[in-house]
């Protein structure tokens, strides 16, 4: 048996590999394991509360977020009882995350309060824009996300006492792990809210749009053939980049992005700088009955004619 199995990661700061369920639990004991769980999925999570405890100090959302976001905050529990835990939370599909920690926290009295004093710190964000939101550390897909987008020192900020965050699907036998390659001090300050890299915002926008981009990356190559050989991190960029310049310019609407993103295939990316552009866009919204974008596309198509006559 493989103790373990390297998966695919892009991001040099990270080790991602599979290891047996029964290897890993061999690790637990030390006062090092936590869960963090989706009690907004699952009610059974509440069930873990020890008698008489206070909910706020097992609550991720604090304060006044707390309270306003009880019904959907995660809940940080020491993972003492597997059986308890998989019977009551890893029953659901996307329960929550394990969090192991670094061999400093051993036994230590206060490792819990320290964990969720760092999961805090990343719970709520800051975009590159400005625009404070929450983060769902507890969702292991979106925090597979934001590492695989985080340079060297943000790995090791997100890390900060975690030695693993680790992933268990019920039934199968082997956990997903999730390590840095070198354990070292972060140089980002602590703060609440932490404050996103462009490219961890991008990275969190793609997958928040996963679906409406397929959509409109299934239209682009079926339209435009040429768009067909590009990889889909490229694909992905191509569609960030564009669909923000199609929203800052007021088409929101799926049926005006699809064309705008069509006139940038066809015209090329500062299409909007042409004087034909440039004047529709300073139009008003309506003229008519036409919209701006129906007036943009088909000032779009005239000037592809044009083209054609002249060639």
Known sequence: MMEHQPTETSNQSLNVFKQ????????????TDFFLAEAAINANVLSMLPEFSDIEDFRLYWGNMGEVHASIS?????LTDWKHFEAEVAMQPNWGVLIRLTENYRHHPQAMQLLMEHLREWSMITSPRQEDMLLRVSDWTILKVLLEASGDDEVQ??????????FWRHGETDVEVI?????KRSTLPHR??????KAQYQALSIWANRQIYRQYQDHLQAHHSETQSWEQ????QYLYQHITQANQLGFTQPNDVVRYLSLTVVFGEQFTTQPWAEQILKSPDYQGTKSRM???????????DKESEQS
């Open 233 to 236: 991190a490229q694909f992905d």
């Open 294 to 304: 129906d007036r943009l596309f088909e000032r779009g198509l005239d000037e592809l």
């Open 192 to 197: 609440s809210p932490q404050l996103l890299s």
């Open 157 to 166: 900020a997100i890390f900060g006492p975690v030695a693993q965050f680790v």
């Open 74 to 78: 995660p809940y940080l529990f020491p």
């Open 20 to 31: 047996p369920r029964d290897m890993w639990q061999a690790g637990l004991g030390k006062g």
């Open 179 to 183: 390590t840095r390659r070198e354990q």
